[in-house]
Each structure stands twice: as structure tokens, then as C-alpha cells.
T-cell receptor, first 108, second 113 residues
Framework: GIQVEQSPPDLILQEGANSTLRCNFSDSVNNLQWFHQNPWGQLINLFYIPSGTKQNGRLSATTVATERYSLLYISSSQTTDSGVYFCAPSGSARQLTFGSGTQLTVLP | DAGVIQSPRHEVTEMGQEVTLRCKPISGHDYLFWYRQTMMRGLELLIYFNNNVPIDDSGMPEDRFSAKMPNASFSTLKIQPSEPRDSAVYFC???????????FGSGTRLTVV
């Protein structure tokens, strides 16, 4: 199956800072999603982005499918952004494969 | 829309007991997925359905696990008999089509003692 590598594994930021999270995947994809798991364990879908760029408020994502990577940008981070960010692509199989995540901590 | 609804939120059971987890997907969604999350293995797919039909159950760990989707608005994941290594958070998710965003439920935290 598709292999997913996320970096960095851990990230600590001061409130207001910007950050970039990276996701590398091993195969061509027809689906890629970014999720945020908050400290209470809820998984929230941030983006469906198999290719191109999307923006939602302070968050944006870019997937370059031909080079097999995706980036999640967080600008002006807030403490509520803390949690784990997962990248989840799918290749020929329908189901998503989750990376191991980036643990983000935003300090006040 | 109430989102994907899972029950119970927490379940503590003794080894050897039967456990049934329940999921109500978003109305109109035709895909339903069961995932399990543990510290050691992260989020892993157990099984998924399309239009109530199981499509891929290769992630089901062993015969003790079974899943059903009797209709478009309800699915169950059953573990019989349960073992301590089954302790995890079990998530259900649904989507409209395979190439759209997934919506996850709040999960069921299962503890087998």
C-alpha cells in the first residue's frame, strides 16, 4: 500500500507564528485529506486536496501530486491550533492511509 | 446535520465479553469506514462499506472482529471475545463518494480489562 511520511513529528510554536507541515507519499494519489485531531480526540477534516491549492482562513494546503508531496500552512497560529495534524492519501485503493502525524503545540 | 454519531463514547469490559460498537453515518453518504487508533499503530482502517456492502475487510485483525451494515443509516462493529489488546479508540467515518472528504464520528474508547 501507499507509504506516508510526515514531518516534523513534533513542533512547538509561540502564538502568532507561522508553520509548514509536510507530507510525502510513495505513490500517485486520487485522494488526499488533511485532518486535525484536537486534544479531546476529535478528528476534523481540514482539506480534501488531491492536487492544487486551497485556503480556509488561516490555513492553506498545497498538493503537488507529480512530486508526491503535500504541504499544510498555518499562519498566525493560535493555542486552539494545538493537536495532531494528519495527512491521509489514497492511491489505487479507495481508503485513506494515515501518516503518523505532526504533534503541534502552540504556546500562549 | 448531526454528523456521524457513534455509541457508546466509552466502553469498559472484561476480557472474553462481547462488545458492540455502533455508528450512524451522515444521511446520504454512501461510504462508511471503521478505523482503529492506538499509540503503537496509529490510525488503521479495519473495514469499509459502499452502499451497505463490505468492500475491503483486510484490515480486520482476526475472526473475533465482525462488522455489518444492515441499512444505509446504521453499522456495527462487534468483537467477540474481547481481549486486552483490543483496547483502542474506534472511529467511524462516512463520505459521499470515494473522492470526497471524510467526516469522522467522535469515536468509542474501548478498554478491555
Amino acid at each position: 500500500g501507499i507509504q506516508v511520511e510526515q514531518s516534523p513529528p513534533d513542533l512547538i510554536l509561540q502564538e502568532g507564528a507561522n508553520s509548514t507541515l509536510r507530507c510525502n507519499f510513495s505513490d500517485s494519489v486520487n485522494n488526499l485529506q488533511w485532518f486535525h485531531q484536537n486534544p479531546w480526540g476529535q478528528l476534523i477534516n481540514l482539506f480534501y486536496i488531491p492536487s492544487g491549492t486551497k485556503q480556509n482562513g488561516r490555513l492553506s494546503a498545497t498538493t503537488v501530486a507529480t512530486e508526491r508531496y503535500s504541504l499544510l500552512y498555518i499562519s498566525s497560529s493560535q493555542t486552539t491550533d494545538s493537536g495532531v495534524y494528519f495527512c491521509a492519501p489514497s492511491g489505487s485503493a479507495r481508503q485513506l492511509t494515515f501518516g503518523s502525524g505532526t504533534q503541534l503545540t502552540v504556546l500562549p | 446535520d448531526a454528523g456521524v454519531i457513534q455509541s457508546p463514547r466509552h466502553e469498559v469490559t472484561e476480557m472474553g465479553q462481547e462488545v458492540t460498537l455502533r455508528c450512524k453515518p451522515i444521511s446520504g453518504h454512501d461510504y462508511l469506514f471503521w478505523y482503529r487508533q492506538t499509540m503503537m499503530r496509529g490510525l488503521e482502517l479495519l473495514i469499509y462499506f459502499n452502499n451497505n456492502v463490505p468492500i475491503d475487510d483486510s484490515g480486520m485483525p482476526e475472526d473475533r472482529f465482525s462488522a455489518k451494515m444492515p441499512n444505509a443509516s446504521f453499522s456495527t462493529l462487534k468483537i467477540q471475545p474481547s481481549e486486552p489488546r483490543d483496547s483502542a479508540v474506534y472511529f467511524c467515518a462516512s463520505s459521499l463518494g470515494a473522492k470526497n472528504g471524510y467526516t469522522f464520528g467522535s469515536g468509542t474508547r474501548l478498554t478491555v480489562v
